[in-house]
Each structure stands twice: as C-alpha cells, then as structure tokens.
C-alpha cells in the first residue's frame, strides 16, 4: 500500500488499484483528500499493470461533502473541479464503492466516476441547499443528465438524501453490494473489464436534459411547489437557475453558471448563517466539564406522568426510538382521551402514507396507561409533564423517590419553574433534571436541558444520548425563570404588547415579524396557542388587551376568535374592528398617546431585548455559549435559519448600534432596557458574541 497524502493510500488488488480516503469523521473532502485522489488516480492511470480504479472510503461513510470547515477561507489547490475532470478523464474505468452517505461532494465524486456501486443501506444526496449553498462542483449539471431534471431538482433544491434502491432505478447507481464492499466493488469492475462497457462520461450523457429542452413549466412549477417552504432563503432558488442551466446551457457553460451562484452564496451572509447554525448544532453536545467518557445509565423503559398534549407528545417520541412508556393520567377518561389522542396523532401518519396500519399497532403496543404511580417502579426515566404548579410538582417528585428505582432518572418538563426546588423534594437531587419539550412535542427538535445545582454528570451524559436517539437537539442551560428561550421569548411578549398599544396594532407587528422571517406573527402565534394559557376567570382582572379578549371568550382559534377571528375551519386571520376599537380604549384608559410606529421600530423593540436578555443569560452562565442560545432560537421558536439566531444575528448588525439603541430606549422607556453589563464590554473591546 501506497500513502498519497496523510489521508488518501492506493493499493493494486491484481489489475484493480483501490484507492481509500481515511479521513476522519466524515471523510469531507479537505485539501489532503482532494490532492490525494487526483494523485493516486493519476498514478493509477500511469500504472501498466492497472486496469480499473476504485475509490473506497475507511470508517462510517463515504465522502459526506466538501470540508465545511474550509469554507469561507482561501482555496487551496487543486479545486474539486480539477479532481473531478481528472477522475471523468481517465482511460480506465473509476468506480466508487459507497457505504454510509455520499453527500455533496461526495456525490459530485461519485458522478465524475464511470460507474458506481454501493451497499444497500447507502444514502445519496445533495444537501448544499441547506447550507445555503448549490452544489458547486457540477453536481447541477451532473445529477440532472442522470436522474432528470425533475427529480434532480427535488434533490438539489430541496437536499433531502435518497436511499439506494431508489438510486439503482433512477441509474445514479449500477448496482447494489450484497456482503464486502471492497470485494464486491473489484468484482464489479472486473465485470466491466471483461464485458468491455464503455466507459460512461456524465457530463456527454445529454438524452435527460435535452429532452427537457423548451419546458419552462417543469421549473415554474416546481418554483410554485417550494414557495412557502423556502420564503426568505436565497439558495434554492439559485439551485433551480443552475438546474434550468443544465437544460439550457453546455455542460461546460453550465458548470461555469453553477461556479458563478455557488461563488455568491458563499459570499453572502446566509450561508455563512446556515453553516454557522450546522456547526452550532453540533457544538451544543459538548459540553465543558463532562467528558466523552462519563458513565452512562441506560434507558430501555420510559414513564411520562401526565398525558395531555404535552405528555402524549412525549410519550411519542420514546415510542418512535423504540423505547416503550407508561403513560400516567388521574383518572381513566384522561387516560383514555390521552392515548386516543396519540392513536389518532400515528392513524393521520399512516394515512399520509408515513407508516402502515401494522406500524401503527405496534407502536400503539408499546403504551402501557396506568392510574398509579406505582407503575413507575421499572422505569429507567420519568418524565413529568403536568401543568406548572409547583406544589403539585413537589409532591409528585417525592412519591417518585419513593417509588422509583435508584439510578433512574427523574425530569420534570417544566418551562419555567425552579428545578433545584424540585429536586430537593427528594433524596437524590443528583437524579433530577428539567427536560424541557416544545409543543407539539413530539415535532418540535428543541429540548432545553435544565441542570440542576446537584444534578450529576452521568445524567446528564445519558440525557444528552437520549435526545439524540429520539432525534432531538439539546441545548444544556442552567436554572432561571424561564430558562433561556422562554425567558428571552417574554421580552418580545411584553414590548409587542406594548407596541399595540402605543399605536401599531396587530396586523402591523405581525407583517414586520413575518418578514423578517418568523414563520407568523407574534399574535397570530398567541392565537394559535391559545390566550388562556395559565388565564382563568376566576381570578382575570381585564388589566391587559389578553385578559379583556379571554373574558369575552376570544380564546384564540381553538374559539373562532383571539386578536383576530376566525372563520369555521379556517386558519387565516381576519382583523377585527372590534379589537381595534378595544386596543384604542385600552390605551386611552392607560393614558397612552397612540402614535405612528414605524417597521423599524417594531424590529428594534422587539429583536434587541431579545438580545440584550441573551446577553444577561451569557453572562449568567445559564447558557454555555452564544451559539447554544441560538440553537434554541433556530429549533424551538421559528427564528429563520438564515439570520443565524439573534447572538449571531446581532453580531452581523453590530453591538454598537444595538447598544446605543438601547441606551436610547433606557431613556425614554425605563429600567427593562437597562444595557447588559456584558454587551457594553463587549462593545467597549471592540469584541462579538461569536468570541465570549
Ligand atoms: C459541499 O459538499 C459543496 C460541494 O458542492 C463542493 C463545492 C466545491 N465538513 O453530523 P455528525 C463533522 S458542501 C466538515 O454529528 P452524523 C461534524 O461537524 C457539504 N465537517 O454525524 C461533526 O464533527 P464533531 C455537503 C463535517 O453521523 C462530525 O463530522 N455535505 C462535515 O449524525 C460528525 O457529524 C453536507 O452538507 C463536513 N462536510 O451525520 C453534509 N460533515 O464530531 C453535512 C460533518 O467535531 N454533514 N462534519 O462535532 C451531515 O449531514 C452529517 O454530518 C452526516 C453524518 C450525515 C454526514
């Protein structure tokens, strides 16, 4: 075996050299990898005794991508492009024996091969578009002359990976691999050698793209399709223009177009945002003082205490990891209402064509309801989900330490309430945590992990495994009221509240929101939510606009009615004048002077105390680091992925001015907008969120 590089070796198995990347953890195509297959397969090439070419890849997948990391700075040579050509020009057929996921570049590799194999549970894909880019080395031009230009611009302009028996009849590979890659890739391209294939060049194969010639519909409508999904991002509708390129221009023009949209992506700042946000995802996981290696507890049984939405949600996930739940309710009606609600929740997926009705059973057969706690006794976690009330969440946090077995782990969903207070109830505060899901429980990604003052580290390692195998993200945060989202998400609560009643009404505040890119507006959230959440009428007073319309029964949608009303069965938000008139009188008998409000203001009112909080939460240590507040913000309250999450989001528009905004606002509205003393100091050294 040869060394090409650190990370790429060539070794000739008879007439058949293999070349293996090792590039750890991914095997992304950084400057060693990319040298390292233009080197080898040149000397391959050069190679009397070598016939056919493999490219094989060592650990969990074949090449996943460009090398992410690299981006943004300098291009070291030699560019994909160059490798690329170098692969599709060789004389001898080069073939890539794929496992895991050739993503990306990886892709772009795999297509400049004459032919390629692969093992059945290999997953294809160009997932650029999620980083805010387009697929940059031809893979626009490519996958369209392979797969057609319409499913390729499903796979490029939407990234969503396929798997390998879709791949084999869409021809992006030749055949599946059944027992050693490595064997079965020498075997196949013995195969061609003997059978003489010629070797096929993607880039002359013209059939697919040509016939798509003069059918402008094909992207008209596929633009039509993606609309809503992809409001505000600029990449995907740069990957249809390089798909249509792949219709309308020569290969060669076209991987030119392709290089020139890649290039302004990647100077933009919604790539950067997107890549940042990759990163940070993955950032959150580590976690300073617990290292990899800390024991772990395991989790094989499941208890939810409650089983309304929030716990039914719950429940859900653990069922979709195979992890099976008694679910808890006082009484059977709840019970029965509770379960029936998960059942309908997996029939509406079965009928979508997600699962079978077979799938549904059985996941059904993994609830076990009970009435008592008692059940409780062989879980490895409970987890409660009953409404906030902290008296009721103490007593129930000391019946469990006395049923529950040691070493299981006890949480508490609570969005708001004193953990340390909680786990106190108990005489092991080192088992107790806050596993804070967002509604609907079982879509949202988000899963703020509280820790406790006594919680240990080993669970919070095995709270940390956890998500990830029921397929959340989490974020560790210490205790405060609220934690970090909620306690951020209060400060927008209160300045649009107030907003509406200095003079920009509802639908104003909503449209700036929405175009600044969060999914709706903030009342038209409310409304979604409902009012009444934590409202009753035993004790509303009608001293805020939501108390007033909760009295007269606008609970929100759930009522045809909240700060907009609601025609029956309907979503769409229609303002109503008897809403103005009540924000007019409100403000009258708050002695308000309504006044004309500008877009600019209600960004500045509700964004910056977003930021300021997040800045007091860094400061705290409640959050780890800026971007964990982020990831919060990106999975659990709809901030738009391509402005990165209001620390990164500030850092672009700049802390002076957000601080002298600030100042500004202390002064005219009082004490809330008091700067952070960590944004000051930040500013005053000239330094970012991105470097506390
Ligand atoms: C591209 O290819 C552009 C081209 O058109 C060429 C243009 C010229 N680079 O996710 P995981 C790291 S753009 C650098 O936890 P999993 C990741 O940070 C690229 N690093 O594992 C993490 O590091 P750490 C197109 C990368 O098993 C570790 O690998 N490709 C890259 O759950 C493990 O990652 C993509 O967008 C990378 N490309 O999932 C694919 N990828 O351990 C992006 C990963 O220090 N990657 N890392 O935290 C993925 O989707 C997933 O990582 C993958 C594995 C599915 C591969």
């Known amino acids: 075996m040869v060394a090409i590089t650190d990370v790429v070796s060539l070794e000739n198995h008879g007439e058949i050299a293999v070349i293996t990347v090792d590039n750890p953890p991914v095997n992304a195509l950084g400057v060693k990898v990319r040298k390292g297959l233009a080197d080898g397969i040149t000397a391959a090439i050069k190679d009397d005794s070598v016939k056919g070419i493999v490219i094989l890849c060592k650990g969990r997948t074949f090449i996943a991508g460009a090398d992410i990391t690299e981006f943004g700075k300098p291009a070291k040579e030699p560019g994909l492009n160059i490798v690329l050509d170098t692969i599709e020009n060789s004389t001898k057929p080069v073939i890539p024996a794929i496992h895991g996921t050739a993503l990306g570049g990886g892709l772009e590799v795999s297509m400049a091969c004459h032919f390629r194999v692969a093992v059945a549970s290999a997953k294809f894909g160009q997932p650029e578009v999620k980083i805010g880019l387009i697929p940059g080395a031809a893979g626009t031009q490519r996958l369209p002359r392979i797969v057609g230009p319409e499913k390729a611009l499903k796979m490029i302009a939407i990234g969503d990976p396929i798997d390998a028996k879709e791949s084999l009849a869409d021809g992006l590979i030749d055949e599946i691999i059944e027992g050693d890659l490595e064997a079965g890739a020498i075997e196949f391209a013995k195969k061609v050698l003997a059978e003489g294939r010629p070797l096929k060049k993607v880039s002359e194969m013209n059939e697919k793209v040509e016939a798509a010639t003069g059918n402008a519909e094909i992207f008209d409508n596929f633009r039509k399709s993606i609309a809503r999904k992809t409001r505000g991002f600029e990449a995907p509708e740069a990957c249809v223009k390089a798909v249509e390129a792949s219709v309308n221009m020569s290969f060669a023009d076209g991987v030119k177009y392709e290089r020139k949209l890649f290039e302004e992506l990647m100077a933009g700042t919604q790539s950067a945002a997107q890549r940042y946000a990759f990163f940070a995802e993955r950032q959150a996981n580590k976690i300073p003082d617990i290292p990899k290696d800390t024991p772990q507890f395991e989790i094989n049984k499941a208890a939810v205490l409650g089983a309304g939405t929030m716990g039914g949600g719950i429940a859900m996930n653990f069922i979709n990891a195979g992890i099976p739940v008694t679910l808890l309710e006082v009484t059977q009606e709840a019970l029965d209402r509770g379960i029936g609600i998960i059942r309908k929740n997996y029939e509406i997926s079965a009928a979508r064509g997600r699962f079978t009705q077979e799938q549904v059973e059985e996941r059904m057969s993994m609830i076990t309801g009970t009435l008592s706690m008692d059940d409780f006794s062989e879980a490895d976690i409970v987890i409660e989900a009953v409404f906030e009330n902290m008296d009721l969440k103490k007593e129930i946090f000391s019946k469990l330490d006395n049923i529950c077995k040691k070493d299981a782990i006890l949480a508490s969903n609570t969005s708001f309430l004193n953990i340390n207070e909680i786990a106190d109830q108990t005489t092991r505060p080192e088992s107790v945590l806050g596993l804070h899901f967002f509604s609907p429980a079982n879509v949202m990604r988000l899963l703020e992990m509280v820790r406790g003052d006594k919680t240990s580290k080993s669970v919070i390692a095995t709270s940390m495994s956890l998500a990830k195998r029921i397929n959340k993200i989490a974020v560790l945060v210490g205790v405060c009221h609220g934690f970090v989202g909620n306690?951020?998400?209060?400060?927008?609560?209160?300045?649009?509240?107030?907003?509406?009643?200095?003079?920009?009404?509802?639908?104003?505040?909503?449209?700036?929101?929405?175009?600044?890119?969060?999914?709706?507006?903030?009342?038209?959230?409310?409304?979604?939510?409902?009012l009444d959440i934590g409202w009753s009428?035993?004790?509303?007073?009608?001293?805020?606009?939501?108390?007033?319309?909760?009295?007269?029964?606008?609970?929100?949608?759930?009522?045809?009615?909240?700060?907009?009303?609601?025609?029956?069965?309907?979503?769409?938000?229609?303002?109503?004048?008897?809403?103005?008139?009540?924000?007019?009188?409100?403000?009258?008998?708050?002695?308000?002077?309504?006044?004309?409000?500008?877009?600019?203001?209600?960004?500045?009112?509700?964004?910056?105390?977003?930021?300021?909080?997040?800045?007091?939460?860094?400061?705290?240590?409640?959050?780890?680091?800026?971007?964990?507040?982020?990831?919060?913000?990106?999975?659990?309250?709809?901030?738009?992925?391509?402005?990165?999450?209001?620390?990164?989001?500030?850092?672009?528009?700049?802390?002076?001015?957000?601080?002298?905004?600030?100042k500004k606002f202390n002064n005219q509205f009082g004490d809330e907008w008091k700067p952070a003393p960590l944004l000051e100091k930040l500013v005053k050294e000239g330094k970012q969120f991105k470097d506390f």
């Open 537 to 662: 009428k035993e004790t509303s007073t009608g001293s805020t606009i939501r108390e007033i319309l909760c009295e007269k029964d606008r609970r929100g949608q759930k009522t045809g009615a909240g700060y907009y009303t609601y025609k029956k069965g309907s979503r769409e938000p229609i303002w109503d004048s008897e809403v103005e008139k009540l924000i007019i009188e409100f403000s009258e008998k708050k002695n308000i002077n309504r006044r004309e409000i500008s877009d600019e203001e209600i960004i500045e009112r509700s964004i910056y105390p977003i930021v300021n909080e997040g800045a007091k939460i860094l400061e705290e240590g409640i959050a780890t680091r800026a971007s964990d507040i982020d990831v919060i913000w990106l999975n659990g309250y709809g901030w738009p992925i391509y402005l990165g999450g209001p620390m990164f989001w500030a850092d672009l528009i700049g802390l002076d001015k957000i601080l002298e905004t600030l």
């Open 487 to 530: 306690r951020m998400f209060s400060q927008r609560t209160r300045e649009t509240d107030s907003l509406a009643l200095e003079g920009a009404m509802p639908p104003q505040v909503d449209k700036v929101l929405y175009d600044f890119g969060f999914p709706m507006g903030p009342f038209v959230l409310r409304d979604l939510i409902g």
